[in-house]
């Protein structure tokens, strides 16, 4: 169904009109009158959740809880040397891709249905267009032409229904792009949560006890709640030491618009108040933060206390220890205490928070990508791939990693990507799985095409296939480098004299999760009149296994580190008492802006993971877990003040310095 009767949220689908001009559109929906029935309706998920609320859906506001636990919670918390409770509010937030949501649906005479969509998941998509409109998968085309920008807000089906049913109808090419005021209210949000937190430690800080309740903003529909409620709980179990946790999670409807995948997929909201709290804690025993984070942060392989598997080859305590000395943490700590010696405005604060994200899906369902490679008569290459690049460079690593195992300069590549009618099944551009899982498909296929090449160029230059090597675009016997032929000669060769093509398609499968982790430290200047925030320093270091291409990682680092900065900061969707969005373009949500970052150092720690491909790990989404915790702490630290709410406002820095 692609309008429903009922509406449920301001920026919900009510009635679409197909013209031949935007004017005309535009005209054409102004002469629509609706008429409305006003129902119950909920912000607070605290308040839809309660019993005698007014149902949303007919099964009631209440989605299926999340209960994981390990050890014996409460036993721990009664022998604890102290116990700590907190509740986190934390926002709603946009994904602000630079492209908003656009799409092309063109249904031809004979009911075959294509839709070009910048969207993270083709085949997805493909899926989801064929229960809605009863079409056989093979009437259905969809194709990624190019995507600028997702953050996992292109995953789900926004305007693509709407265009197909419209092509449909009119048997013409319809085309939607939402601008960026139809976008912030009417695509997908970072759920909104409310989380509480409380924490048993002993007398060392070690913390014996981790208890999680977290209410799961959903919106108006389900989305992927259910994904991203198990996710966060199953992460809760892998940043620390402790071997008794437990998480409540309570995915709850409410009439706003709907939440979804965004990167870290409940990361960043398992672990901020966990990280705050370790900040609060350290302070109240006497401990430095930094020890007590060592003290409790995982080791290499050690194993989730849950359901035993392993972490891989954490690095998160190197990690740390590099970010110490990368913001020369000794002197950032005195040039703390000096501001607060000094008694004037401004004040210094230094904080540190450490976060993990997973792998792809192993565990959860097959964790698949298809690849296929064809080398052609010059020596040129295609690699024809599921996967849809959005900018976070999973394509370029593919080829790189192919690149290196033929012999062909990655320039030589032309690459065909997300087309569900002439590339594999791919499960989509999420769960971190652009380098551990991806660039592994084109590792397993490139091998299978060198197999190939290495026969042919055997037979070609008389030379055992295993004594040949492969570079520069040249195949040459390890033994004699003077038997050596073009890889142009040999894919040449191989179509006259055996009749073949050089080529390979197959599907890799991961049957590993290991962990990725990060360890970030901010310095920040705080305004004690204004409550203004300026960020002065900020370090990021990650655990990235070995890096594939280091300058496209450097980068994702230095964006998650601006994705992190905005929501610890400055971005929330801010709605009215009907539910309205008070600020639906850049100019009144205020995402973090170049002159706003401040000085940002970024390191890698290249300690291999044995599963991964070449030792690579994945690092899109983990580059922004840390981040709202350490500009949080470092808030804290520089006032004296707690704050359980983001963004951290200048407001809410003044209300809580009024109320110190």
């Not at 920026?11 to 054409?28: F, N, P, S, Y």
């Not at 008429?35 to 912000?43: A, G, M, R, S, V």
């Not at 013409?172 to 970072?190: A, F, G, L």
């Not at 195949?475 to 040999?490: P, S, W």
Request: charged share 25%; glycine share 10%; proline share 5%.
């Amino acid at each position: 169904m692609v309008f429903e009767n009922v509406v449920r949220y301001v920026g919900d689908k009510v009635a679409a009109v197909a013209a031949d001009t935007l004017q005309i559109a535009e005209k054409a929906v102004r002469l629509i009158k609706v008429e409305y029935e006003e129902l119950p309706f909920y912000l607070d998920p605290e308040e839809a959740m309660q019993e005698g609320a007014y149902p949303i859906h007919e099964n009631g506001n209440v989605l299926q809880e999340v209960n994981l636990s390990s050890g014996d919670v409460e036993e721990a918390f009664t022998h604890a040397y102290r116990v700590y409770e907190r509740r986190f509010v934390l926002p709603a937030v946009h994904h602000s891709a630079l492209e908003p949501h656009a799409c092309i649906a063109d249904y031809s005479v004979d009911g075959k249905l294509t839709v070009y969509t910048p969207t993270q998941d083709v085949f997805g998509q493909r899926e989801n267009l064929r229960r809605i409109f009863g079409l056989s998968m093979n009437r259905i085309r969809v194709i990624n032409p190019a995507m600028g920008g997702g953050f996992g807000g292109k995953i789900d089906l926004i305007g693509e229904p709407v265009a197909a049913l419209l092509s449909m109808k009119t048997l013409r090419p319809v085309k939607i792009v939402y601008t960026r005021t139809e976008d912030i209210p009417s695509s997908r949000t970072r759920h909104a949560m409310i989380v509480y937190n409380k924490i048993g430690v002993d007398k060392t800080g070690f913390i014996t006890a981790l208890d999680i309740k977290a209410v799961v903003d959903a919106g108006a529909q389900t989305s992927c709640t259910m994904s991203v409620t198990w996710a966060m709980g199953g992460k809760v179990f892998k940043n620390l030491k402790t071997p008794n946790v437990r998480f409540r999670g309570i995915p709850v409807y409410t009439n706003k618009t709907p939440a979804g995948a965004m990167r870290g997929f409940g990361s960043p909201q398992a672990f901020v108040g966990e990280q705050c709290m370790i900040n609060t804690i350290a302070k109240d025993l006497g401990i430095s933060v930094a020890e007590m984070q060592m003290k409790n942060l995982v080791e290499p392989y050690d194993r989730d206390p849950g359901n035993g598997s392993s972490h891989g080859n954490a690095r998160v305590h190197d990690a740390l220890k590099k970010g110490m000395e990368l913001m020369d943490y000794e002197q950032a700590l005195e040039e703390q205490e000096a501001s607060r010696r000094a008694g004037g405005r401004y004040r210094i604060g230094v904080g540190i928070s450490c976060g993990a994200h997973g792998n792809g899906l192993h565990g959860i369902m097959p964790d698949t990508t298809g690849v296929m490679i064809k080398l052609n008569e010059d020596g040129s290459a295609t690699l024809m791939t599921g996967v849809s690049d959005m900018g976070n460079g999973s394509v370029t690593t593919q080829i790189l990693v192919a690149s290196e195992i033929l012999g062909i300069p990655a320039e030589r590549f032309a690459c065909v990507q997300a087309d569900t009618e002439s590339t594999l099944f791919d499960l989509g551009a999420y769960a971190s799985q652009g380098s551990y899982v991806s660039a592994g498909a084109a590792l397993k296929v490139a091998k299978e095409v060198r197999a190939i090449l290495a026969e042919e160029a055997g037979k070609l230059l008389e030379v055992p296939p295993d004594e040949l090597e492969f570079a520069n675009e040249t195949v040459f016997c390890r033994e004699d480098a003077a038997r050596k032929a073009t890889i142009a000669q040999v894919v040449q060769y191989a179509m006259s004299e055996t009749q073949r093509d050089i080529c390979a398609a197959d599907t890799f499968a991961s049957f590993d999760s290991p962990m990725s982790y990060g360890a970030h430290l901010a310095k920040v200047q705080v305004d004690l009149e204004t409550g203004e925030v300026k960020p002065l320093k900020y370090v990021s270091v990650h655990d990235i296994g070995k890096a594939l291409n280091p300058g496209n990682l450097e980068g994702q680092m230095q964006g998650g580190v601006q994705m992190g900065l905005g929501y610890a900061l400055t971005e929330e969707i801010l709605r009215d008492e009907k539910g309205k969005v008070k600020n639906p373009n850049f100019r009144r949500y205020h995402i973090f802006n170049a002159a706003e970052m401040p000085e940002v150092k970024v390191a890698m720690i290249e300690e291999t993971e044995n599963t991964g491909p070449f030792g690579a790990k994945s690092i899109g989404e983990c580059a922004v877990v840390p981040s709202p915790g350490a500009v949080v702490n470092a808030i804290s630290n520089a006032t004296d003040c707690e704050f359980l709410e983001l963004p951290v406002t200048p407001e809410r820095i003044r209300k809580a310095l009024e109320g110190r």
